[in-house]
C-alpha cells in the first residue's frame, strides 16, 4: 500500500516567514509533485520532481522553490509567505512507469496571516 | 498550454438520482484519469481510460473516454450518501508523461 505522508496537517504562520513542507513516500517512486488546491480552481501543479536533485517547474512555480535531496523525500518551501500563498499543499508520488497515476499525501492547509 | 475543464462545477442531487460529470481537454489525450477527493480528504486514484471509445465500470461509476480522446465523462447511477466528494478528471501534460493537469473538478453533493 503507497503510503505518502506530509509533515503538517495545519500551519498558521505570518506574512514574511520562511516556511517548508516536507512529503515522504515509502514506495520508491521516482516522480514527485507539489500541487496547490484553490476553490473553483483545481489542483495547480508548483513544481515536480522525477529524480534525486531533479526539478522542473509546474504552472504555479512563482513564490516557491523545492528541494529532493533523497529520493523519499521532497520540500517546498516558501521563501517569503504572503497572504495569497494562503491554501491547500498537496503533494503526490507516482512511479515512473505506471502511466502517471499519482498517490497523494493527506494535504497541509496553511494559512498566512 | 493545456487546458482541462470539467463542468458542472458543482452539482446537487437527491439520494438515488443520477449523476453525470463531463470533462473536456483543449488537446488529445494519451490517456485520462480519474480520482475522487472526499470532504476534508485528499485526491484518490479511481480508473484510468486509454483507448478512443473506452467504456469502464465500477459497480455504480461508469466512465467513458470520447472518440477523438479529447473528452471524458463520470457517470454515477443512483447516487447515495457515500458518493458525496469532488471528482477530478486529469490527463498527461503536452511535456512529457510524468505530469498531469487536473481538470477544475466537479463538487458532488447528496440530499438525504
Known amino acids: 500500500d503507497v503510503k505518502v505522508t506530509q509533515s503538517s496537517r495545519y500551519l498558521v504562520k505570518r506574512t514574511g516567514e520562511k516556511v517548508f513542507l516536507e512529503c515522504v513516500q515509502d514506495m520508491d517512486h521516482e516522480n514527485m509533485f507539489w500541487y496547490r488546491q484553490d476553490p473553483g480552481l483545481g489542483l495547480r501543479l508548483i513544481y515536480f520532481s522525477y529524480d534525486v536533485k531533479m526539478k522542473e517547474k509546474g504552472d504555479i512555480p512563482e513564490g516557491y522553490s523545492v528541494s529532493r535531496e533523497k529520493k523519499e523525500r521532497f520540500s517546498l518551501i516558501l521563501e517569503s509567505a504572503s497572504t495569497n500563498q494562503t491554501s491547500m499543499y498537496l503533494c503526490a508520488s507516482s512511479l515512473l512507469t505506471e502511466q502517471e497515476t499519482q498517490y497523494f499525501g493527506p494535504g497541509t492547509r496553511l494559512l498566512v496571516l | 498550454g493545456q487546458q482541462v475543464m470539467q463542468i458542472p462545477q458543482y452539482q446537487h442531487v437527491q439520494e438515488g438520482e443520477d449523476f453525470t460529470t463531463y470533462c473536456n481537454s483543449s488537446?488529445?489525450?494519451?490517456?485520462i484519469q480519474w480520482y475522487k477527493q472526499r470532504p476534508g480528504g485528499h485526491p484518490v486514484f479511481l480508473i484510468q481510460?486509454?483507448?478512443?471509445?473506452e467504456v469502464k465500470k465500477q459497480k455504480r461509476l461508469t466512465f467513458q473516454f470520447g472518440e477523438a480522446k479529447k473528452n471524458s465523462s463520470l457517470h454515477i447511477t443512483a447516487t447515495q450518501t457515500t458518493d458525496v466528494g469532488t471528482y477530478f478528471c486529469?490527463?498527461?501534460?503536452?511535456?512529457?508523461?510524468?505530469?498531469?493537469?487536473f481538470g477544475t473538478g466537479t463538487r458532488l453533493t447528496i440530499i438525504p
Open positions: 486529469a490527463g498527461p501534460t503536452n511535456f512529457g508523461n510524468e505530469k498531469l493537469t
Open positions: 481510460l486509454v483507448k478512443s471509445g
Open positions: 488537446t488529445t489525450l494519451s490517456n
